[in-house]
């Protein structure tokens, strides 16, 4: 689907018709069109795309998806085909979202409010809606983001309102941080851009996604650590994006610029010489007034050299020399190095994990997303893959009754997958 060209299509098949039997099921009538926004796995480049810097994403064929009918009401009716995750309803008036509870809806309630300012939309029409999905909650593969962009272009479709894909991009990613997520604009990015069959650089200020190919030869692994970790629900993730835009200020001091108005490591960043009250109010989030001690070096020191692997990453892509597996992997190695040891965002499990996959024949393992849990990515030759997987099973799924319980739907092989697309009720 192109929100700028209208293009929609018609279908009927298996993965919505269990979702038209919910919503036929839950609000009496037929939905009046579909929406799917798709997970993303992060192949290199984590926690930089908040400082500036260009990250190297793709989308994966686990989305969200969410069946919708449209009415006068003035009112919103979410239902999820999880049971796990309760109904809500709320008028479309009054799109308040507790910071203190991330609850599923109101990532859903992000993306309708985020449209709705943008464009000044008043009244905002009303909408029954279902939603399902196959993205792993807090796996770091980006389920949050994906309903925050399903939920805006329903919004955009249910009110007749067309805008770019990457205008939506941009209102998605600023939109999240009504839930208190502090982060760049990566993940709603891809969502919206991604294109099948490749990998995308993406990089801001302008936002701009620029096709990589990726090397034949090797497949990309997700294997979940099965340690769910909610961005929203603790501080680790906000801590990390004050401690950068902390180092950026005082980076920019010590060169004499203005650091006033520096928040990101990009813009070169700061002894700051202001009071408590301005440094809270300028550089602090809400969840990190606590903490009394930053580690600003450290965090800098992996948002330089990440965003260096990044582009290096795309080099040997782009140049597909023979040993260009190898040195793809190796890239994904230090990147795991990094997150590890200067970020400090991985966890045992992790580690773990990233060793299990590099016995079983990975080339190169790291963690991806935010991390404190979720997934792994490897990358693994495609003579050895059915070993690779053999391996993985045995060593970190099925010695462990809780892991063996999730495996299969922790361990899989992805591609490249499309962005997110409007589909007509047939």
């Known amino acids: 689907f192109h929100t700028d060209g209208k293009k929609k ?15 036929v099921e839950k609000f009496g009538e037929p939905p009046l069109f579909y929406a799917c926004a798709p997970g993303r796995v992060n ?35 979410l239902a999820n085909v999880n049971p796990q995750y309760k109904d809500f309803a709320v008028s479309s008036e009054e799109l308040q979202i507790d910071r203190t509870n991330p609850q599923w809806y109101y990532y859903y309630l992000c993306g ?32 949050s983001s994906a309903l925050v962009c399903c939920a805006g272009l329903v919004t955009l479709e249910a009110n007749n309102k067309m805008l770019s894909k ?41 936002l701009r996604a620029v096709d990589v190919k990726l090397p034949d030869g090797a497949v990309f692994v997700i294997a979940n650590c099965c340690v769910e970790m909610n961005k929203a629900a603790t501080s680790h993730f906000n801590i990390r994006v004050v401690e950068c835009r902390l180092a950026a200020k005082l980076l920019a ?53 990440e965003a260096a692997r990044v582009l290096r990453f795309r080099e040997v892509c782009e140049a597909a020399p023979d040993d260009s597996i190898r040195q793809l ?8 190095t990094s997150c590890r040891d200067l970020y400090e965002c991985s966890c045992p499990e992790l580690d773990q994990l990233v060793r299990t996959c590099l016995k079983a024949g990975a080339v190169g393992s790291r963690l991806t997303g935010a991390g404190w849990g979720g997934c792994t990515v490897s990358m693994v030759p495609v003579d050895k893959l059915e ?40």
């Open 253 to 305: 001091k010590r060169r004499g610029l203005d650091w006033s108005c520096v928040q990101r490591l990009k813009e070169v960043c700061q002894t700051l010489g202001v009071s408590l009250e301005q440094l809270r109010d300028g550089v602090l989030s809400a969840n990190t007034q606590h903490v009394t001690h930053f580690k600003l070096h450290q965090r800098a020191q992996h948002v330089y050299s």
């Open 329 to 336: 992997g190796l890239l994904m190695q230090q990147s795991h």
């Open 9 to 23: 299509h018609t279908v009927e098949t298996t993965k919505f018709r269990k979702l038209k039997e919910r919503f």
């Open 166 to 206: 990457v205008e939506l991009a941009e209102i998605c990613a600023r939109c999240e941080r009504y839930i208190g997520t502090e982060g760049g604009g990566m993940d709603q990015s891809i969502s919206f851009l991604a294109e099948e069959g490749t990998a995308k650089l993406i990089e801001f200020n302008p």
């Open 43 to 77: 192949l290199i480049g984590e926690h930089i795309d908040y400082c500036g810097y260009a990250v190297l994403p793709m989308a994966i064929e686990q989305s969200i998806l969410a069946a919708v009918s449209v009415n006068d009401t003035q009112s919103i009716q």
């Open 387 to 426: 070993a690779f997987l053999q391996e993985v099973r045995k060593s970190y799924y099925t010695s462990d009754p809780r892991r063996a319980a999730l495996e299969k739907h922790s361990l899989f092989v992805t591609k490249p997958g499309g962005g997110a697309a409007l589909f007509l009720e047939a």
């Open 112 to 143: 309708v409010r985020g449209v709705k300012e943008h464009l000044g939309l008043a009244p905002l029409a009303g909408m029954k809606c279902v939603v399902d999905g196959t993205v792993p909650p807090s796996s770091g593969l980006s389920s």
